[in-house]
């Protein structure tokens, strides 16, 4: 009785399995210009052409002269166009890059670094929640908030 | 047999059947687009060119992040929501199916916000959530994770793939057509699973299913059944099938009036009931009214009706009262008062009486205790009191036990540098049994003294603890304990150091003219490593002075040699028998909501995999 037991859950399992699975499926593919990561930081250090943050985080104080908003895209094999727009606490545009070319030369490019700042110094930043937006080809490819105390 | 056969093929088939229709469940979300992934490790899910009909309305854009734990959904970049009559664009939308809410954001001269559905009656900024938690390079990452073409999610949170191929670590594997991707957040599905099918050689065959239903969180029961047949075995010897079903049921009424029925039952003739009815009068006082009925296996069974009410006055503190009547004419009473006075006076007040039946007697036991309990708290010293007293009125046994607590608070000196407390517990004992009275008494004082580390050079400190306990008892034993603890520290750049430390304990017990005592000495090494990245571990030596004799020595060492992949070593060496007790090597895979480990144990000489969620 076990053994026909088990025969019948094995090709019960086997059975369910088979009415799904497949090899003839073929994975779809992303596309380019994959926005990896945003991050805030006072300073960018620059590594093997690729630019890396000094001490990132989210949160800032007087000490801090300038605040930096470095990107990282991935997938890069045409140009593109990066544009920072920086929000206040109120909501209200404070800074906007407008459109910045990257061109690549039409040659892939594994990661593109790339960042835009604002000065403290220079800028009486109101203190709370700030919002960076960044777009990539005119559309908008990640959002990301820091405080400003 | 051939009719258990029967009866047995005929539930098998009927479970499978079962299966299917709960896999018919009515999507929540119906995704499709370009390209998904899905991270089985971390149960997020990235969408590009995505579509999908919600509130009427068909949604698109450019790329789509859902994080299933979170339950954030988010679809962001040339976001439209195109409905019959309108048209709106905008740059980000985050909805709740659930709750058929969602807004859309636009960033322009500055950020607006268009509430869709009931978003209403909560804030815009309450809605939206961190959009970097989920990202495809992310997802990537991962152990597991899956792509697909169309993505469907139930009201059970389930995620079923369509087109599906699966990627062990980065590399492609077998393609599904349609699977589910995910177990959930819950496997409560509204209407009948089967949780399991199983056979094994210990339990026979298993069978699992249960039942959920939900009524707008009004009206909740899910029941399930737990079935084990074992004639299936050869030689078991327990009994031939076992059966267990365990209920739930709750009910929230109006006025804050809730009616809760939890029963078990076990084919081993063990079952229980519980009815709780509760009722909150206001934020000060509540009541609760519970029947409970409980058999235990070989044992008359026995009925408890309970009443429990509380009532919180302002400044005349708290009250609860608690009375419990069981068959047999048992009784449970308590009541309690706690307040606290001129905001550092804190007066705990209880009292119970019980009546319980003894097992195999006719009389009862009638036990009455009762607890008062004060204590004062300032800056520099707490002070506090309480007297127990317990009285079995059956055997006529009495027991009190006042108690005085005196504790100082921490207390600095030389602006920190050396620390001091105090601390001191009085006990006293009587007790009465027939006819004969006994009486104890002790006294437990401590003593505490510690510096701060004392920094001989910029990378090196010494710190220093001294301790003393006296413990006096009426019967004239006396104990007094005493220690010194040293601790140094050396640092060898910001990831490396060595750490040492000595300590000397001794005890001495006085009774009378007889003097008794030990003292024990330890010295032992660390030397510790610990790189942000990469390798991290530590070594320790262990050395007895008084026996001139080295111990054990511990290492543990952790290697990180990709993102998600890490080696770890634990060892243990006897210096007395001159041999390694024991070597545990694992190599760890984190991959987010579980972890794999290929573990081998030199104790045991068992090589495991284990996969454990976190």
Redesign the interface.
């Known amino acids: 009785?076990?053994i026909?037991?088990?025969f019948?859950?094995i090709g019960?399992l086997i059975a369910n399995c088979c009415?799904?699975?497949?090899?003839?499926?073929?994975?779809?593919?992303?596309?380019e210009h994959?926005?990896?990561?945003?991050e805030f930081c006072p300073n960018v250090e620059e590594d093997q052409d690729v630019l890396r943050p000094a001490e990132p985080r989210d949160e800032f104080d007087k000490d801090d002269s300038q605040i930096c908003c470095l990107i990282k895209v991935?997938v890069v094999s045409k140009s593109l166009t990066l544009r920072w727009?920086w929000?206040s606490p109120?909501?209200?545009?404070w800074k906007d890059t407008g459109e910045v070319l990257v061109d690549s030369g039409n040659k892939s490019i594994d990661v593109v670094s790339a960042y835009d700042r604002i000065n403290r110094e220079m800028d009486e930043l109101a203190q709370g929640v700030w919002?960076v937006?960044v777009f990539i080809n005119g559309?908008?490819?990640?959002?990301?908030?820091f405080k400003v105390s | 047999?051939k009719s258990a056969?029967g009866v047995?093929?005929r539930l098998?088939f009927s479970l499978?059947l079962l299966s299917t229709a709960v896999f018919a469940e009515k999507p929540l979300l119906s995704l499709k687009g370009?390209?998904?992934?899905y991270s089985y490790d971390l149960n997020q899910l990235y969408g590009?060119?995505v579509e999908f009909e919600f509130l009427g309305y068909r949604v698109s854009g450019?790329?789509m992040i859902i994080n299933i734990v979170s339950k954030s959904f988010c679809v962001?970049?040339?976001v439209v929501l195109a409905g019959d009559m309108e048209r709106t664009a905008g740059?980000?939308f985050w909805f709740f199916p659930e709750e058929s809410t969602g807004v859309l954001l636009t960033?322009?001269?500055?950020?607006l916000a268009k509430s869709f559905g009931k978003a209403g009656e909560t804030t815009p900024s309450a809605l939206v959530r961190?959009?970097?938690d989920v990202?495809?390079?992310k997802i990537q990452k991962s152990m597991f994770y899956l792509?697909?073409?169309a993505i469907e999610i139930t009201n059970s949170f389930e995620v079923y793939g369509y087109?599906?191929?699966l990627?062990v670590e980065g590399i492609?594997s077998?393609?599904?057509?349609?699977?589910n991707l995910t177990s959930g957040l819950s496997r409560r599905f509204a209407g009948i699973t089967v949780d399991k099918?199983w056979?094994n050689r210990t339990q026979g065959?298993i069978t699992s299913l249960s039942h959920s239903y939900d009524k707008e969180n009004r009206f909740n029961t899910h029941s399930r059944v737990y079935y084990e047949e074992h004639t299936?075995?050869k030689n078991y010897a327990g009994l031939k099938r076992q059966l267990d079903i365990m209920t739930t049921l709750s009910t929230n009424f109006e006025n804050n009036l809730n009616l809760a029925v939890n029963g078990n039952y076990n084919s081993s003739n063990l079952w229980n009931m519980n009815t709780i009815l509760s009722k909150k009068w206001n934020e000060r006082s509540s009541t609760r009214i519970d029947l409970t009925y409980n058999k235990p296996v070989q044992y008359k069974g026995e009925a408890w009706l309970g009443l429990q009410t509380s009532y919180a006055m302002k400044k005349m503190g708290e009250i609860a009262v608690g009375l419990r009547y069981g068959s047999g004419d048992q009784l449970l009473g308590s009541i309690s008062y706690s307040n606290t006075f001129l905001k550092r006076v804190n007066v705990l007040m209880t009292s119970s009486y019980s009546k319980l039946s003894i097992v195999g007697s006719r009389e009862s036991a009638k036990i009455w205790s009762s607890n008062i309990s004060a204590s004062f708290t300032s800056r520099i010293f707490n002070l506090s009191t309480d007297y127990f007293l317990n009285r079995d009125l059956l055997g006529h046994q009495k027991l009190s036990q006042p108690r005085l607590t005196l504790s100082f608070n921490q207390i600095d000196f030389y602006e920190g540098l050396m620390t001091f407390r105090l601390m001191n517990i009085s006990i006293m004992n009587e007790s009465l049994s027939s006819g004969s009275r006994q009486r104890s008494f002790s006294n437990n004082l401590t003593f505490n003294l510690g510096v701060k580390p004392v920094f001989i050079q910029k990378t090196m400190n010494l710190k220093f603890g001294f301790s003393l306990e006296q413990f006096l008892e009426m019967s004239k034993r006396n104990f007094t304990s005493g220690g010194v603890i040293v601790n140094a520290v050396k640092e060898f750049g910001k990831e490396v150091t060595l750490e040492g430390f000595y300590s000397v304990q001794s005890r001495r017990k006085t009774q009378g003219w007889f003097i008794e005592g030990t003292t024990s000495q330890d010295l032992s090494l660390v030397f510790r490593v610990s790189k942000t990245t990469g390798l991290s571990g530590w070594m320790s030596l262990s050395y007895d002075p008084k026996r001139n004799e080295w111990r054990t020595s511990f290492a543990e060492l952790s290697l990180r040699f990709s993102q998600a992949w890490r080696f770890h070593t634990l060892a243990c060496y006897d210096f007395l028998f001159k041999r390694i007790n024991n070597v545990d090597v694992f190599l760890v895979r984190e991959a987010g909501r579980f972890q794999l480990r290929f573990v081998w144990r030199s104790l045991s000489k068992q090589f495991v995999i284990e996969l454990t969620p976190k």
């Open positions: 009785m076990s026909r037991l088990s019948l859950t019960w009415s799904c699975m497949s090899f003839k499926i073929v994975s779809s593919a992303p596309g994959i926005l990896e990561k945003i991935r727009k929000y109120e909501k209200k545009l919002t937006a559309h908008l490819a990640g959002r990301r908030i | 047999m056969d047995l093929l098998f499978t370009s390209y998904f992934a590009e060119n450019r790329y962001y970049g040339q740059d980000e960033y322009d001269a500055s950020i961190d959009i970097h990202s495809l390079p792509t697909a073409k087109q599906v191929r990627f492609e077998v393609g599904f057509r349609k699977i099918i056979f065959l299936l075995l």
